[in-house]
Nanobody, 125 residues
């Protein structure tokens, strides 16, 4: 059974940085598309960044140039480096996976088969 475990959330002032991590457990085949989603209070969950089976990265327009998604060499951990944070970045951040080989951005719910439980990020003014 695939398990995704997020960590690294917390409180930060606007303009600050955080790095989220996602431990990936239960995979025997690691070339899946991995993504970070965000759910702000009262809003729907939205895709923020993804890295596909070829290692190509994709970002939502709202975070392009400020967030960076990456994986370690073993592909056992997914990261999201978030810089120049804005208050609208506040929300729960979820690690997600297609659970299968995938090319392109996996930033929509219909291609995601596995979700973590989330980690909370709060950005204050």
């Amino acid at each position: 059974q695939v398990e995704l475990v997020e960590s690294g959330g917390g409180s930060v002032q606007a303009g600050g940085s955080l790095r989220l991590s996602c431990g990936i457990f239960g995979y025997t085949y690691s070339t899946f598309c991995m993504a970070w989603f965000r759910q702000a209070p009262g809003k729907e969950r939205e895709g923020v960044a993804s890295i596909d089976s070829f290692g190509d990265t994709y970002y939502a327009d709202s975070v392009e140039g400020r967030f960076t998604i990456s994986q370690n060499n073993a592909k056992s951990t997914l990261y999201l480096q978030m810089n120049s944070l804005k208050p609208e970045a506040t929300g729960m951040y979820y690690c997600a996976s297609t659970g299968r080989w995938f090319r392109g951005a996996c930033l929509s719910h219909d291609v995601i088969n596995y979700w973590g439980k989330g980690t909370l990020v709060t950005v204050s003014t």
